[in-house]
């Protein structure tokens, strides 16, 4: 049909017929809050770099999540900054560790919120690498069991869901192996499966304190160039025994959101990362465009895009515009 028998612009005269015929809808029910735990007691240090964002002692997370629970979110994601650093990032796997004691802390205090936790190295090892590091390389199968431990010490801390973040081959079967021998059969796993060796990590570097100390990450996340790569990754985590997928970041990759969400079929997850939230809040606060409606333009693009799970430092505001 065609001009003027058809006319586009009917359907877009009423606010309530574009409400009816309106394609994708964002919910509060997709979002996951990331939050930073820090030793100490009564602990709140903005995090510059992600304005409105603090690293969180354990009792203070716990208030957030409660405020996170009572605004209609249904799950957060933990990242930790320890207290101590080492080669073999001994702090991650620790009983006493920080993210161990966050869990623990929030799942007494809110046991209503599922808590998920990141499992990485980075942000515990000195040279800030998500491996361990052998004569300057990245030793994939070492970090294996370095990365096994800790997710189950976070599964042993009463951890929801577990969520790899590293990127070495293997990783995703040796935590499903070591999660069911020890009796956790019932954790999924959400995989950082399709990992860019993004330049938008960047704030969230300086929130976990977690930047590699030589070198980059090229040797492990992905070439932002490649997209048959993402569907090799994601199905090899699938046949590992994956519960998500994840796409990480999500705004200059939604192709490979779109085309995951045809390939794969297990709820995709994208993660709205630390630069593309900051870049944002910059924007704003330069005045040069409307912060609260560029966030929610962005996140309707991911879901748009086909991810059924948006990781975002936006949660609780979109959630206070998403309950108007
Ligand atoms: C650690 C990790 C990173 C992010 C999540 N987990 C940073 C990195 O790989 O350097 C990035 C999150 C963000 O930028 O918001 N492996
Ligand atoms: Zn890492």
Known sequence: MLFPDFRARRLREKKNFRRMIRETKLSVDDLILPLFAVEGRKVKNP??????????????IAKKAREAWEIGIPAIILFGIPDKKDPLATKAYA??????????????????????TDVCLCG??????????????????????LLARTALSHANAGADMV????????????????????????????????????AL????????ESAPQFGDRKTYQMDPANSLEAIREATMDVEEGADIIMVKPALSYLDIIYRLKEEIDLPIAA????????????????????????MIETLLSMKRAGADIILTYFAMEAA?????
């Not at 995090?47 to 203070?60: R, T, V």
């Not at 206070?320 to 108007?324: A, Q, S, T």
């Open 320 to 324: 206070r515009e998403l309950n108007k």
């Open 271 to 294: 993660y709205n990362v630390s630069g593309e939230f900051s870049m944002i809040k910059a924007c704003e606060k330069m005045g040069w465009i409307d912060g609260k409606a560029v």
């Open 124 to 145: 515990y090892t000195d040279h800030g690498h998500c491996g361990v590091v052998d004569k300057g390389r990245i030793d994939n199968d070492a970090s294996l069991d």
């Open 163 to 198: 969520a790899p973040s590293d990127m070495m081959d293997g990783r995703v079967g040796e935590i499903r192996q070591t999660l069911d021998e020890e009796g956790f059969s019932n954790i999924p796993i959400m995989s950082y499966a399709v990992k860019y060796s993004s």
């Open 201 to 208: 990590y960047g704030p969230f570097r300086q929130a976990a």
């Open 47 to 60: 995090i510059k770099s992600m304005p409105g964002h603090f690293q969180l002692s354990c009792d203070l």
């Open 95 to 116: 009983k006493d560790g920080i993210v161990q004691k966050a869990v623990k802390e929030i799942k007494q205090k809110v046991p209503e919120i599922e808590v998920i």
